[in-house]
């Protein structure tokens, strides 16, 4: 096996990606990994998948173990790391079915273990710009040609879970001009900068939340739910699966990048 510089995360509907891939169990000083990790060929370099949710939706978003599959990752050698989430869409130009590199978060979740310093080895990283800039440009540009819409910015709003907003929570969320809305971007984005591995996130849209008519203007639009979302996502996985193999192929092997510095004025 060789050594993967490159990590997709999946989320929701996500768990087969690598074909003929040897699967490697790690344990870690958070614990054991979602699944175990597979390793394998796509576009010529060795990539690293880990099923967020477990094989078979084994964690909700609040009980998935983010620090471990994160710390399992760079221990295997990755420093560029793409997470893909199914997202809902709270804006009416962010449409189901498009994609979306996502650049900043609104974090409202509670209780997650968020970080990986405590006490005398604390450090307080910046979260200005979370997402890695680079592979966002890198990707937006491999995607042009794709059969797809792609939007080179979002924001999300990251929700506890494992329920879906209110009518009211989401008419909110939209009013802010927040873009998506998530159960599982936090906390693995800050983790990984902890960690100072690129990380940038792809969002598929599958649904509109709860105010889908205030949304996208509809006089009846369906209400979000898991089985929904998964109807949605399955019957377009050839298509995004085809999105994240251009992505793979628009990384170097080698990087220069800010994020692999995070640390070096963050530490108390």
């Known amino acids: 096996m060789s050594q993967p510089g490159i990590a997709i995360i999946g989320g929701t509907g996500f768990y087969e990606f690598l ?108 979260s200005a710009e979370p997402y890695c800039g680079r592979i966002r440009t890198l990707a937006h540009e491999a995607l042009q040609g794709a059969d797809a819409t792609v939007h080179p910015s979002g924001t999300v709003v990251v929700i506890q879970g494992p329920r879906f907003s209110t009518r009211a929570e989401s008419k909110w969320f939209s009013s802010q001009g927040w873009h998506l809305v998530n159960m599982t971007q936090y906390p693995e984005v800050v983790l990984a900068r902890e960690l100072e591995l690129c990380y940038a996130n792809l969002s598929y849209i599958t649904d509109y939340d709860v105010a889908a008519a205030e949304v996208v203007g509809a006089e009846r639009a369906d209400i979000v739910s898991h089985h929904n979302v998964l109807k949605a996502f399955n019957a377009d996985s050839d298509r995004v699966l085809d999105i994240v193999r251009r992505i793979v192929a628009a990384l170097p092997e080698e990087t220069a990048c800010p994020c692999r510095s995070a640390l070096a004025e963050a530490r108390t």
């Open 19 to 126: 074909e003929g891939a040897e699967q490697v169990t790690m344990s870690t000083p958070y614990g054991e990994t979602s699944a175990p990790i597979s390793v394998a060929e796509v576009a010529g370099k060795s990539v690293a998948f880990v099923p967020r949710h477990g094989n078979n939706h084994d964690y909700l978003p609040a009980d998935v173990p983010y620090r471990a599959n994160l710390w399992a990752l760079k221990e295997l050698g990755v420093r560029q790391t793409v997470a893909f989430n199914t997202v809902g869409s709270l804006q009416p130009d962010y449409r189901k079915g498009d994609f979306v590199l996502a650049d900043q978060f609104v974090d409202r979740t509670w209780g997650r273990a968020d970080t990986f310093f405590s006490g005398d080895t604390g450090a307080h990283i910046s």
